[in-house]
């Protein structure tokens, strides 16, 4: 999907220098530069959104350039038979110009006309031609909506959401943690559903897991929920194929030929597969699945056509509960924990590593990390493990309600 | 298919959306209906201080709730995604935010006052574009832009200000020693004692200042919400930064 790069309407040796160059950097960024998505404000997190701003930023980019070259030419000095758009495509139909009358509202009062365009497209988004969101056909929005305040105003302690829950359903306090995530996992299904469609389904189908205590190894065999599984292996297989030319992405690890024995026999690599770590941080919702992951394929991506066959996975979280892999035997990824394995995440340690020495004044809102954004998809995990640091998951006064990690090892070859 | 109001958006077409009236930012915009639908704008940077991006900017209704939940997941949609309605004005200040990264990246001297493209390697130059869009607690503070956008390039002294209508008038002296041939200078205002307190700007809200417009060698005003007050001898400073500019990065636009 390459860029659509606009018509510069500005001329000069600054400006065509300058358009050079950020073409060639815009072209890095997307298609090499590997960046954590998660690190990013929310607006930029999307690539596909990125790219139109990158696209259509380019302009006026341009502009800045030229009206500090100061040059003869078009685009400085607000000559207006110079503008850019005349007329554009974004009134080019008259459907899109009616669009426009509509948002203005058709008052033929200069000031007037401008609060209803304002107003119209921030209160009425069926002026496209989508469905209106309203809470009739979207039922997560009217709960959500009770919930923002604490969701994005947490305070120190990370007890506003608590309270904001015990207000809206006008109960005591709640001891267990339970009813409170279960509440968000509902909710999160139906909106991930929208968002992300099978590994959308899935993200929130592994977080009950965890949240439930179950442990064990998920497999194509565990309960999937409403997740598509060819559907999630088709997501996969469209991550690798995007960045399969980038190693931080799309790292190699082993081959059928060069794995121990033991990865041979675990995984059942035949000597044609290929083991590749993958990172998922550039795609939301099979990020929230899987984080990095080891996912085994028939062959090389970057050399032609492969299956995704095999996904390996311990489903852990810096801000809850981690487990440590000793890589001796067949304690790793995908194989079943061992309690013992498993410790307060990097969050809740002194030196941010989970082999580290215990923080016990670690707070929820310490343990989550972010300020605000992206606070209320970490506090299921962090608010049911609650305060503190424990070296041993056993150590947890209420160790079954705190959640517990568990391996993923899916076989995907026959799905 | 992109929805028609974020055309709109990144097409600049904002009817004074990037107007950031804390600033005293105002856009001109003018509406003409005859024989057929013609707009003049103006398109500017909704912050012409600094480099930090913005966020979600959505005002009222559903789309605020909206916005609030992807905040909260940390998930943005493509621009066709039929579910969900972010607002025009977050996708528009989504893209000044990279058009603005793309510039620091690109251009010699962290982009400011610069027509030069700058040395370096396109990785690297990504690599800024990236860091500029972190969120705070993520970006590395030590690295282009954040190293030396924010940083003062000299120290005036007022020794009076006035405010009316929301506008403070400041006279200093010696002469500022400001350089009219820039529009892009901005100050952040530190006196020292009583009402005199109340011009100052805070460095939490606006981390590069506020931008200023010169009228002389010894007085300049900007925007500052407050009751009018008569001229005041003041004790203080007034730290110099500089920005993207003033009515020189007005981009007019002709829509017909």
């Not at chain 1, 110009?97 to 203005?104: A, D, S």
């Not at chain 1, 304690?331 to 307060?344: A, C, Q, R, V």
């Amino acid at each position: 999907m390459s860029f659509n790069w606009p018509e510069i309407p500005f001329t000069g040796e600054e400006v065509e220098e300058f358009v050079d160059e950020y073409k060639i950097v815009a072209e890095e960024l997307y298609y090499n530069y590997p960046y954590d998505s998660v690190d990013l404000l929310t607006p930029y997190v999307n690539k596909s959104a990125l790219k139109k701003y990158l696209e259509y930023g380019l302009i006026y980019a341009a502009f800045i350039v030229k009206q500090r070259a100061g040059n003869f030419g078009p685009g400085t000095n607000f000559d207006l038979n110079n503008s850019p758009y005349s007329p554009t495509d974004a009134m080019d139909t008259p459907e899109k110009r009616k669009k426009i009358m509509e948002n203005l509202g058709c008052v033929f009062d200069n000031g007037q006309m401008i609060v209803s365009w304002q107003d119209n497209k921030e209160n009425d988004p069926s002026l496209d031609p989508y469905e209106e969101l309203s809470p009739q056909d979207k039922p997560w929005i009217g709960p959500v909506s009770d919930l923002l305040d604490a969701f994005t105003n947490p305070g120190d302690d990370c007890g506003g959401f608590y309270a904001k829950y015990d207000n809206l359903n006008n109960n005591p306090p709640v001891d267990a943690d339970g009813p409170l995530w279960s509440v968000i996992l509902n909710l999160g299904e139906k909106i991930l559903g929208f968002l992300g469609g099978a590994s959308g389904y899935l993200s929130v189908q592994l977080l009950r897991r965890y949240l439930e205590g179950t442990g064990g190894v998920f497999t194509e065999n565990s309960y999937w929920g409403l997740a598509s599984k060819s559907g999630v292996k088709a997501e996969i297989k469209s991550h690798i194929n995007f960045w399969k030319k980038n190693t931080f992405v799309v790292q190699p690890l082993e081959s059928g030929l060069t794995a121990s024995a033991t990865w041979r026999t675990y995984y059942g690599l035949s000597e044609s597969d290929v083991v590749f770590q993958v990172r998922f941080a550039n795609n939301f919702t099979l990020a929230s699945c899987f984080g990095t992951a080891t996912v085994v394929l028939s062959g090389d991506p970057v050399f032609g056509d492969f299956e995704v066959k095999r996904l390996i996975d311990d489903y852990d979280f810096f801000y809850g509960w981690e487990v440590v892999r000793s890589y001796i035997g067949t304690d790793f990824e995908g194989t079943p924990i061992n309690d013992l394995s498993i410790t307060s995440g990097s969050n809740r340690k002194s030196t941010g590593n989970k082999t580290g020495p215990c923080e016990p004044n670690t707070t929820v809102c310490t343990a989550i990390g972010r300020e605000g954004i992206h606070w209320a998809i970490r506090y299921p995990v962090a608010g049911s493990f609650g305060p503190g640091c424990y070296d041993k998951w056993e150590d947890h006064p209420n160790a079954q309600n705190s959640g517990k990690p568990f391996s993923i090892n899916i076989n995907f070859a026959n799905i | 298919m992109i929805k028609t109001t974020y055309l709109h958006a990144l097409n600049y077409l904002n009817l004074s959306v990037e107007e950031n009236t804390s600033l005293g930012i105002g856009a001109g915009s003018t509406i003409s209906i005859g024989s057929s639908l013609s707009f003049f704008d103006i398109f500017k940077f909704r912050d012409p201080m600094d480099i930090a991006p913005t966020g979600f900017l959505s005002q009222s209704g559903f789309t605020t709730i909206t916005e609030a939940l992807l905040n909260g997941i940390g998930y943005f949609p493509s621009l066709d995604d039929e579910n969900f309605h972010v607002s025009p004005n977050t996708v528009q200040g989504a893209m000044a935010s990279v058009a603005k990264a793309m510039l620091v990246a690109i251009l010699d001297d962290n982009g400011k006052r610069s027509t030069t493209v700058g040395i370096g390697s396109s990785r690297g130059k990504a690599e800024t574009v990236i860091n500029t869009l972190k969120f705070d607690s993520k970006r590395n503070y030590n690295a282009a832009p954040y190293n030396t956008w924010r940083n003062s390039v000299g120290i005036i002294t007022p020794t009076s200000i006035s405010r009316s209508n929301n506008v403070a008038i400041v006279t200093t002296t010696p002469a500022h020693g400001l350089s009219t041939a820039f529009d892009d200078w901005g100050i952040v205002m530190k006196l020292n004692t009583g009402i005199a307190t109340s011009f100052n700007i805070s460095t939490s809200i606006y981390p590069n200042g506020v931008p200023i417009k010169i009228i002389n060698a010894n007085t300049f005003a900007y925007k500052n919400i407050g009751i009018n007050t008569l001229t005041t001898s003041v004790t203080g400073t007034a730290d110099v930064r500089v920005g993207w500019g003033g009515t020189s990065i007005n981009l007019h636009l002709y829509y017909t």
